[in-house]
């Protein structure tokens, strides 16, 4: 039907007026089944052009429409709107309102529609997904109407569903423009405590624009190889009997998942896995023990792959291979013995060291940092709260996304990979209590962390490891140069303290806003070129340059610079965060880094 009936209506449209009864049958049961609404026809009092506007002093300006808009609108994503409505909605979505992105949840397209309708004056309160602030939804929505003039002067940026009936975390926003603007602008209010300010990420500071692509900090993040086929995983059991043969051992790997980076004491592996890497089936056939395996358990799945897609070809036609084996990631890897992860998906981001020879999956992320260093400023709250900002939610768990709040994220010197001393003993000392912490407690990261954020939890060894946090937030502002901003109690216990947490998440995300603006204006200085791709923009290394002498200015000297480094980046196109899908191509020398990263 939904292929059939806009034929017949374009064929109609072209005079085929042997057609005229069949459509008006059509007409006639869709206005039997579905009551048409068309707002200027509902309220003539309301959009006729001579009406005195009431928000503009009584003039006839034209413009009067709606003055207010309350609404709990239906929530949808993407896959969502397209089962329910077809797949010409969205596009059609797209020709109504500017700035839209298909990745956007259906509620956020009710805002543009409710603002369109509100005219020159007005002011609407709507209940979203807490999505809002986040990626497609935020740059489809919040941020194209700050834009233009719009105030969000209350939000509500959590509030769990009310009742039983829907498992789902909620954001209320209230928004104005015109003249309502002026009125509302006396009180802004966010989270019931008022404030100067919210911005579209729902935070209490000013509106920035989008953060840069850092280049340097493309080489140090990978996802974990997609295995995509169970066949290719053993137990210990399994391998045992099959490394009786030396010849075996070297392509049975400890296979390591974000489960057990998170709940296990120590982050140990408890599978293994058959790798083959990028070889050709005819070296592979050199393990006919291991290639056995894979024949049967593996390649019956992968003959079923649909080979019109890329991926479904590739995973048919390299059966031996993993669908996604990451060999960049492992190349960075080479000379080190150990590199940082953390799950993808985590009720608190936490950050470990893992030796290098295993395979990490698909679920976790993994950086070529061997330091302390770069510890220490990854789990501190410098970095936190930054990666809360620019990642996603699913539901109250963090998605993290390395190519908005990693690749951005301006470390306190501009390679990641440098070695601080004042850090490095601080990020060394954290690092080995917590992990005595989890030994002696038999519990891994995130019950760990569940007893660091309780306030009721008063072992001395907890207490301990809030102090050594704070002493490691300590030493890591000092990195940058943020003497001034003082370190609020990691487990908050009164109002007061929680509002010294939020008033320093907010003062460090705004300064990390214009010291991200200051080394991207750099490297572009440094003659860094810059090729597009997947994930914004890729690093070509320029000719030889000397660095800046001090690359981590004093404070002082960082404010004089700020609007300037702002300004400077300003006049490039802003790196828009909020992706639209996988149109752009990756560039092929980090094609597995880069390729189908969950968003």
């Not at 894979?294 to 048919?316: F, I, L, Y």
């Amino acid at each position: 039907e939904r292929r059939d009936r806009p034929q017949l209506v374009e064929r109609g449209l072209a005079a085929e007026e042997s057609l005229d009864p069949e459509i008006g049958g059509l007409a006639a049961e869709i206005r039997e089944q579905h009551a048409p609404f068309h707002w200027w026809l509902e309220f003539p009092e309301v959009f006729y052009q001579e009406r005195p506007d009431p928000l503009d002093g009584g003039k006839l300006n034209g413009a009067a429409y709606m003055e207010a808009f309350v609404g709990n609108p239906p929530f949808a994503g993407k896959n969502g709107i397209i089962a329910a409505f077809g797949d010409r909605y969205i596009p059609w979505l797209f020709t109504t309102n500017e700035d839209c992105h298909g990745f956007a949840d259906l509620a956020a397209h009710f805002f543009r529609r409710v603002a369109a309708l509100l005219g020159s004056h007005g002011t609407f309160g709507l209940v979203a997904t807490n999505s809002i602030a986040e990626g497609a939804s935020r740059t489809s929505v919040l941020q194209p109407l700050l834009r233009r003039g719009w105030l969000i002067y209350d939000a509500t940026r959590n509030l769990p569903w009310p009742g039983e009936s829907a498992a789902v975390t909620i954001s209320i926003i209230h928004m104005s423009h015109g003249s309502a603007r002026e009125v509302a602008a006396k009180s802004v209010i966010l989270d019931g405590r008022p404030v100067k300010q919210v911005n579209s990420r729902l935070r209490a500071n000013e509106e920035r624009e989008d953060a840069h692509v850092l280049q340097r900090n493309f080489p140090f993040r990978f996802l974990g190889p997609n295995v995509y086929g169970q066949g290719f995983i053993l137990n210990p059991n399994e391998r045992e009997k099959l490394c009786i043969s030396v010849h075996n051992q070297d392509r049975i790997l400890p296979y390591i998942g974000g489960e057990e980076v998170n709940s296990h004491p120590i982050q140990e592996y408890s599978r293994y896995v058959i790798t083959f890497g990028n070889m050709p089936l005819e070296q592979a056939l050199q393990w006919p023990d291991l290639i056995k395996i894979v024949t049967e358990r593996v390649k019956p799945e992968r003959d079923k792959a649909n080979p019109t897609t890329a991926a479904g070809a590739h995973r048919k036609k390299y059966w031996w291979q993993f669908s996604e084996p990451r060999p960049e990631l492992y190349a960075s890897l080479e000379r080190l013995s150990r590199c940082l992860v953390t799950a993808r998906v985590t009720k608190h981001l936490c950050f470990s060291f893992q030796a290098t020879k295993r395979i990490f999956n698909e679920k976790i992320y993994v950086f070529p940092l061997e330091t302390f260093t770069s510890f220490a400023v990854l789990q501190s709250r410098v970095h936190i709260p930054w990666a809360w900002l620019l990642s996603s939610t699913l539901k109250t768990d963090l998605n993290y996304s390395a190519s908005d709040c990693f690749d951005t994220f301006p470390f306190p010197t501009p390679d990641p990979h440098a070695s601080l001393p004042a850090v490095e003993p601080a990020g060394k000392a954290f690092y080995e209590a917590r992990a005595c912490f989890m030994r002696e407690t038999d519990q891994g990261l995130t019950k760990t962390y569940n007893a660091l954020k309780d306030p009721e939890n008063t072992d001395p060894r907890v207490l301990e490891l809030r102090r050594l946090t704070e002493a490691m937030d300590r030493a890591v502002l000092d990195a940058y140069g943020w003497t001034d901003i003082v370190v609020p109690p990691y487990c908050p216990r009164t109002n007061a303290e929680r509002d010294a947490v939020q008033a320093f998440e907010d003062e460090v995300i705004d300064r990390l806003y214009v010291l991200n603006a200051e080394r991207a204006a750099e490297e572009e200085r440094l003659g860094f070129s810059k090729v597009k791709g997947k994930r914004g923009k890729q690093l070509k290394k320029p000719a030889a340059q000397p660095l800046p002498e001090d690359p981590t200015p004093d404070e002082p000297t960082r404010k004089k610079l700020a609007k300037k480094a702002t300004k400077a980046a300003a006049k490039r196109p802003a790196k828009n965060t909020a992706k639209k899908g996988t149109a752009k191509k990756a560039p092929k020398a980090h094609a597995d880094l880069f390729s189908k990263e969950p968003k």
